[in-house]
């Protein structure tokens, strides 16, 4: 406390007033922090006793935007879980909440006049034009680092998913499809490994974006699971190596496309049966007896039937613990929906700089949740996927 007294003392002295209330903020907000450490960990640092639950790791640091100005505090680490203070959330709501007003009306081509009165009616102060600037750049140096950054260890299962937006090119509106691919690596972890913005589905297109996977540090990939996009198949097995799982969600609309609307509870019924098999040698049994049944009536389902089956009944030839995650595009479900309803108030982009841009941050901002969760699949199924027999050189060697 005689420090702590001693800092305040000096600060006092020296400081004008706008320093000293910044020192003093950060100050008391320092010692509400420790308190609530000391209550996660049961003791108070430095103390041994046998009550103690967790112990501190260090800090990191966080400037505090408040209306005395701009406070540096050092928030507190634990070995054990996470820490965030609650007098922060709702100052954290609200610089996402003015950031995402700024990119959004920065991208739209809103005046910096008209930028500067939004803010003022968020109750912050006004911006210029080059703090508008600035911030742009200090979002797309972010997320650039997150996206360039090096792959490590083996990724058994990727999912890539597209949703297609409107841009502004050559004086025309076009439709792009920004491109998310998310995987599992050997830890059960889920990671958004990538985005990309394509013009069209050609297999250069899909080589292009799966390369530049690859000359991250992308391997061991055993599976892709996603739409029947144009080009990938060819794709994914030149630059991976890797099986293509087709979407068994998809596969269902395109199917029930195919017949009459009062055949489709029977058909719907009928192909689960063919999912529900405990083996892909049952499945693709099913499978065959199903598309004999439906010929007759509707041809071109079976053909549709014939020519997926592959691809649908792929994830049977992985470990049935995983069938339910990897049988579909579903797990990207939730992340397409925020892409949605972001992209959704901008309407049009002016260039495919402001996809990667808003799209980039959003899968930044959800990979660093995916961190502190549970893990997406079970340590031991995910490694018992990876560790394929391998020859013994000296064994053979010896022969």
């Given amino acids: 406390m005689t420090d702590d007294r001693m800092a305040l003392k000096a600060a006092l002295e020296k400081a004008s007033d706008a320093e000293l209330l910044s020192h003093m903020l950060g100050f008391v907000a320092e010692k509400l922090m420790s308190l609530d450490v000391d209550t996660l960990c049961n003791a108070s640092r430095h103390a041994r006793t046998d009550a103690r639950a967790n112990y501190r790791n260090g800090y990191r640091e966080r400037s505090w935007e408040t209306r005395a100005g701009t406070v540096d505090l050092k928030v507190p680490k634990l070995r054990k879980g996470s820490y965030f203070p609650e007098f922060l959330e ?114 250069s297109f899909w080589s292009e974006f799966l390369r530049s996977l690859a000359d991250r540090g992308l391997r061991g990939v055993k599976l892709i699971i996603a739409d029947e996009h144009k080009g990938l198949k060819a794709a994914a097995d030149k630059v991976l190596g890797a099986t293509i799982q087709r979407c068994r969600v998809h596969f269902m609309r395109n199917a029930l496309a195919c017949v009459g609307k009062k055949d489709k509870p029977i058909v719907t019924a009928a192909l689960r049966t063919a999912f529900e098999a405990d083996s892909k040698m049952a499945a693709k049994e099913k499978w065959g007896s199903l598309i004999n049944a439906f010929e007759p009536r509707y041809t071109k389902l079976a053909e549709l039937m014939t020519r997926a089956e592959e691809d649908v009944l792929a994830y049977k030839a992985f470990p049935q613990a995983h069938w339910q995650q990897i049988h579909s595009t579903n797990p990207l479900e939730r992340l397409n929906k925020e892409i949605k309803r972001r992209t959704s108030v901008i309407g049009i982009f002016p260039n495919e700089a402001a996809i990667t841009r808003l799209v980039g941050a959003l899968m930044l901002e959800q990979n660093d949740e995916w961190a502190i969760t549970r893990r997406y699949m079970s340590l031991e199924t995910v490694r018992e996927l990876c560790n394929d027999a391998r020859l013994d050189a000296a064994q053979i060697a010896s022969i």
């Avoid at 911006?127 to 600037?133: E, L």
């Avoid at 680092?145 to 999912?159: D, I, S």
């Fill in 90 to 203: 709702p100052r954290r709501a609200a610089e996402k909440a003015m950031t995402a007003v700024i990119q959004e009306a920065y991208i739209q081509g809103v005046s910096t006049r008209s930028v500067d009165e939004l803010v003022k009616a968020m109750g912050l102060t006004g911006i210029s034009k080059s703090q508008v600037s600035r911030l742009c750049t200090e979002i797309d140096e972010r997320v650039q680092a997150f996206l360039n950054r090096p792959l490590e260890g083996e990724w058994p299962y990727l999912w890539i998913d597209a949703t297609y937006l409107k841009v502004r090119r050559g004086g025309r509106i076009v439709s792009v499809a920004a491109i998310v691919a998310v995987a599992v690596n050997t830890d059960g972890r889920r990671e958004v490994l990538g985005i990309d913005v394509m013009p069209s589905e050609a297999e």
